[in-house]
């Protein structure tokens, strides 16, 4: 009798364990799934977004490459070297306003949003006017650096017509993380969706209706960006955004120093990752057929760059996510929203990797009618594969810098693995072993990106999240503004 009472208790033992694991799994997974769903509120509509708006590149190059080999290949220069070093330079500095605003609203200091967002208005404007050499001066930089004289005439010329997308960037990119931060991506899609469609139209009847040709195809892209900034401007001040919108002050102006500074080490941090793989391009460009190695090389890259609108979008929510919780002192939540976007991220890459690895010897022919352009882009599609799977992973990591407030310290990361292992690395795998354009970019994949990768998997794993909450909690009173309202 006892031994059956014995063998009872211990079945009713076991079921309990059972049931408190299935209750345990059970409550991960509603965590998993609530965050996941959190998560998304952010990142579906920047992933559409982010798409849309560099469908506006895609666009115009795919304008531009049936236009011609040359004329590809100086529009490919502009959104690379122009527009895409100083697009990476300005995108860096607002992503400040992540940290800032994320933490605030977090810590629900609503009125403080907007002051930030005005400062950063005048900042990154004042750093448009800096960088205008970069336009005004285009084709002696090009040769200098030894791009062929034909690529480098046509590029000066057109890059004039570019200096209004410029300073839009001054204005679109403080508006759209003001209205990321308070999770309005909806706001943000529905303008990128319009202001795409406007630059089809314009586009087309720039090219093909009016005859523009490269001049046309390039001004177009000035229609799309200023529209989407009156859009959100229009919906953020004339009361879609009552919390965080108290109007113009002269708070702006205050601080601007000190919010310099913050800014100049996001910007460093981003732009020295955005700019990597740009100057492989720029590399190319004193090579012999040098319209086919820049033509080829620039199709992969513009692909990665458009597939990266998705990690960029986990960046942004990663961002916000981290921000958000150590706003609020949740440590553990930061934590935990970090693991969920790290493995979303690398769902859809590797699930992207396998369609370039499938559609290898049709990606070409959307940007070029050169079947030696079809047959380089297809020969590096290997490498872009393995470069987008690497990248579902490290902007994710990225983004955990920005909401914790890391960027100095990752640009020095960023530095060192970059410019002092990778470059040099891919430049030896071309002069040294002769391996070309495929050299190159692969030393810059094994040597930079990948090594980077790695030390911030370390940091992360190793961060001590309750510090992190402890750290934000003093960042907000140490930036914190009078309410206007009060």
């Not at 109007?247 to 500074?261: M, N, Q, R, V």
């Not at 940007?367 to 047959?375: M, T």
């Not at 692969?442 to 990948?450: L, N, P, S, V, Y």
Request: aromatic fraction near 12%; proline fraction near 2%.
């Amino acid at each position: 009798m006892e031994k059956k009472d014995a063998g009872s208790k211990a079945i009713e033992e076991a079921t309990v364990s059972l049931l408190n694991a299935a209750e345990e799994g059970g409550g991960v997974t509603r965590e998993i799934l609530t965050e996941t769903k959190k998560l998304w509120h952010i990142v579906g509509p920047s992933i559409f977004t982010g798409l849309a708006t560099y469908a506006i590149v895609i666009i115009t190059q795919a304008f531009g490459g049936h236009l011609g080999d040359l004329e590809l290949a100086a529009i490919s220069i502009i959104n690379i070297f122009t527009l895409g070093f100083n697009y990476g330079l300005l995108l860096g500095m607002a992503s400040a306003l992540e940290t800032l605003c994320g933490q605030a609203f977090g810590a629900k200091k609503y009125y403080m949003l907007g002051v930030y967002m005005q400062r950063y208005w005048i900042i990154l404007f004042l750093c448009c006017i800096l960088l205008l050499p970069m336009y005004l001066f285009a084709t002696p930089i090009l040769k200098f650096i030894g791009q062929s004289d034909d690529i480098a005439e046509l590029t000066g010329t057109t890059a004039l017509y570019v200096i209004p997308v410029h300073f839009a960037f001054a204005f679109f990119f403080p508006l759209n993380r003001f209205l990321q931060c308070q999770r309005k991506n909806k706001v943000v899609a529905i303008s990128a969706g319009v202001s795409l469609a406007a630059h089809i139209l314009v586009c087309w009847f720039f090219v093909y209706g009016y005859k523009l040709g490269i001049v046309g195809t390039m001004a177009s892209v000035n229609v799309p960006w200023w529209l989407n900034n009156i859009i959100l401007f229009v919906y953020s001040t004339r009361g879609g955004c009552t919390l965080t919108w108290t109007g113009f002050s002269y708070e702006a102006f205050t601080g601007l120093l000190e919010f310099t500074k913050l800014s100049v080490s996001s910007g460093i941090m981003l732009c020295l990752e955005n700019w990597y793989y740009k100057i492989l391009i720029l590399m190319t460009g004193n090579r012999v057929n040098a319209k086919i190695a820049v033509d080829s090389l620039s199709i992969c890259m513009s692909i990665n760059s458009w597939e990266l609108m998705i990690p960029l979008a986990f960046f942004a929510g990663t961002g916000i996510r981290v921000a958000n919780e150590l706003g609020a002192g949740n440590g553990k939540g930061a934590r935990f929203a970090t693991i969920v976007s790290i493995a979303l991220s690398l769902i859809i890459g590797l699930f992207l990797t396998v369609l370039v690895v499938i559609f290898h010897g049709q990606i070409g022919s959307f940007f070029s009618s050169s079947e030696d352009v079809i047959n380089a882009v297809d020969n590096l599609s290997g490498l872009l594969a393995f470069t987008i799977l690497l990248n579902s992973v490290q902007p994710v990591l990225s983004g955990v810098a920005v909401g914790s407030g890391w960027q100095s310290y990752v640009a020095y990361i960023n530095l060192g693995c970059y410019y002092l292992i990778g470059i040099p690395l891919g430049l030896t795998m071309d002069w040294v072993f002769k391996f070309g354009v495929k050299g190159i970019w692969a030393g810059m994949i094994f040597g930079g990106t990948a090594i980077q990768t790695l030390i911030l998997i370390i940091i992360t794993t190793r961060c001590d999240w309750d510090h992190e909450a402890y750290k934000a909690s003093m960042r907000i009173q140490k930036w914190s503004v009078p309410d206007a309202r009060n």
